[in-house]
């Protein structure tokens, strides 16, 4: 009687600090776009416009992130759990498909239009710009009519 | 091309980097999933029962996370939108539909898909890089 009730215990515990460090790294990763300038939308459109003046610190974020993402992903191959013990939900898909393509380019064509991509939004959404608000409400619906009228196969949790 | 050195910010936005990468890192080492905002949020949309939690959780991170910054640092992120309403809402549609069919974003496929050496992602990489290019010089140079 006495363990079942430890073990529920510590599992309450470890779902509460589960979500908490879900949070935390939300927290983490607005802070490495707002430092990194990434949550701007007019210092996207400047990395994005070559011919202009043009302003590189797109690739310095690149390098950052994915010199660091490296050493963890390369962690996470080694492993066949989460550290909280839930199994990996990683991307099996292998083949360059036509949505994959034809996504991208659509996605960046938005991105161009307007300098945002989903996680910046977010963050504008959090400092009360009213346009992010709109751009966020635009981007769901846009994942609505994907979701409704071009996939077919149920997505995984 | 030339270089305009007075917006570029080396130092912060490989230190902004680094901040992005940690934030990856740990979040498939300690909960086994890529940290791919289009993903996670459009998960939303057809929520699985106990899954939606996490989600809303992870989100209200990135979303609080400029509250932090004013209140506990006294630092105001500076967001210039430059798109007119119009421009926005498409943007908004085109961004959101996009990443859903590619089936991941700037985060889920240029940060984790490099990290993981994923050729599908180096490919959506490409294939955003040229259309915002595309976009960008058409909207300032011809429009």
Redo the contacts between chains.
Sequence with gaps: MRMSCVTSCENVMKKQF??L???????????????????????I??F???????????L??????????????Y??SKRS????G??????A????TR?????????????????????P???????G?L??L??????????????RF??SI??A? | MHIDWLAFTPGPSLLGGILLGIATSAYVLLHGRILGVSGIVGGLLRPVKQAWIWRIVLLLGILTSPLWSIFLFDMYPVQIIEANWPMVIVAGLLVGFGAQYASGCTSGHGICGLSRLSPRSLVAIISFMISGFVVAYVLRHLL
């Design positions: 589960s979500l460090s879900q949070y935390l790294i939300g927290v983490l990763f607005g802070f490495g776009l707002m430092i990194s300038g990434m949550s701007n939308p007019q210092k459109l400047n994005l416009d070559i011919t202009g003046p043009w302003d590189p610190s797109l310095f974020v690149m390098l950052g992130a994915v010199v660091v993402g490296l050493c963890g992903f962690v996470v759990q989460s550290f909280f839930g199994t990996l939900h990683l991307p898909k292998k083949e360059i949505p994959l393509v034809i996504g991208s380019l659509i996605f960046g064509a938005g991105w161009g239009l307007a300098g945002f991509c989903p996680g939004a977010i963050v504008a959404l959090g400092v710009h346009k992010a709109i751009f966020v409400l635009a981007m769901l619906a846009g994942m609505e009519i994907c979701e071009f996939t149920p997505k949790d």
